[in-house]
């Protein structure tokens, strides 16, 4: 239990459907993360939420959307996928935005997404 | 901007061998993270370097930080099959709004 929870943990989704991916954190942190794994890549930040702000937008595709309503809940919504974003996508958190030196990030267990 | 790279990419050994992977930052970081992360996990939080020059254990593993704070290792003594995955180091520049950037990772395999 990492305090991070992540749905669905696999999702298979063709190049035309709309889908969305879900983070809940239950740690009261004030900063929310998406990250992408894919393989033989290094973790790549997607964005950053801080308090309920949009932060950071790593120059990602308009078919990746966030959403952040509260602290607590960061969404990714999906819409007309490539095959090449087939990844692991990793939500995380910390106490505060990670702008301020020293922050650790908690992960939840990422969601496999497959675009087919 | 900012770059985090790791060496090795891989490493295979046999349980009770050591082990050390190195991060190496293009950038002066103010300090260092390092992370775990088991096959079909997330990345685990496992310990923070601060200060120029600094060394922290937890038990068979070994953290340091470089004097010049632009590299950090991490040796694994007498490895078991429990420490197989990949480790992460994690930079974060200097400055305000500085960001945490993730190195390569070294995956790391250990037989019996």
């Known amino acids: 239990e990492t305090g991070v929870t992540q749905t669905p943990r696999h999702l298979v989704m063709g190049m035309t459907n709309k889908k969305s991916l879900k983070c809940e954190q239950h740690l009261g942190h004030n900063a929310m993360y998406w990250y992408k794994q894919s393989a033989k890549k290094p973790l790549e930040l997607m964005f950053v939420?801080?308090?309920?702000?949009?932060?950071e937008n790593n120059s990602v595709p308009s078919r990746f959307s966030p959403e952040c309503p509260n602290s607590s809940h960061l969404f990714l919504h999906l819409h007309t996928l490539q095959p090449e974003d087939s990844a692991l996508y990793l939500c995380?958190?910390?106490?505060?935005?990670?702008?301020?030196?020293?922050?650790?990030?908690?992960f939840g267990e990422g969601s496999w997404l497959t675009v087919v | 901007g900012q770059q985090v790279m790791q060496i090795p990419q891989y490493q295979h050994v046999q349980e009770g061998e050591d082990f050390t992977t190195y991060c190496n930052s293009s950038?002066?970081?103010?300090?260092i993270q390092w992370y775990k992360q088991r096959p079909g996990g997330h990345p685990v939080f496992l310990i923070q370097l601060v200060k120029s020059g600094e060394v922290k254990k937890q038990k068979r593993l070994t953290f340091q930080f470089g004097e010049a704070k632009k590299n950090s290792s991490l040796h694994i003594t007498a490895t078991q099959t429990t420490d197989v995955g990949t480790y992460f180091c994690a930079g974060q520049d200097t400055g305000t709004a500085s960001k945490l950037t993730f190195g390569t990772g070294t995956r790391l395999q250990v037989t019996l």
């Open positions: 939420y801080s308090l309920e702000e949009r932060v």
């Open positions: 950038t002066t970081l103010s300090n």
């Open positions: 995380a958190s910390s106490q505060t935005f990670f702008g301020v030196s020293g922050n650790t990030i908690y």
